[in-house]
């Protein structure tokens, strides 16, 4: 049996992020259908991810320091980062992520877990754990390729990226 530590290290570019209410209510795309992202699995057992919306915000100063508070309340609701040590449970398929520094303060500290499956050079993945999103309980499914690789995603609908837990 291969260990899923030697399948996820490496580079994954990020193809798609949907959440999910836990109520059953439409599901939502927060950093717009096209997200710009990079998750990172080193071989040492840390883990870096990013992840923006796929908005063309720039700001009106050059100066990173000084961006209007509109420009700030934007950027900071299309944009997520975090990173921390990662271990892998080969038996379940997840992966759990020990959270040592995040763009959102509230994580850093905590655990989060990750239920994983694969298609070739495709990585789904499915948040376990309910989190609080734009007021609401929501699982996050990430989809993403191995960076380096041709992925054809006509195949993968919109509607199978959520549901490829069943």
Known sequence: MTSIKNEIIGTWELLSYIEVPINGIDSSFPFGKTPKGLLLYSPDGYMSVQISASDDLKYRSDDRMHPSEEESQQR?????????????????????????????????????????????DILFQKSLDPIRSDGRMVHAHMTWKRTGKEVDMSEYEEDSLVNTWG
Request: aromatic content about 18%; cysteine-free; overall charge positive.
């Open 76 to 120: 900071m609701r299309g944009y997520l980062a975090f990173s921390g040590r990662y271990t892998v449970d080969n038996r379940r398929a997840h992966v759990v992520y020990d959270i040592e520094s995040s763009f959102f303060p509230n994580w850093e500290g905590i655990r989060q877990v990750r239920k994983l499956d694969f298609d070739g």
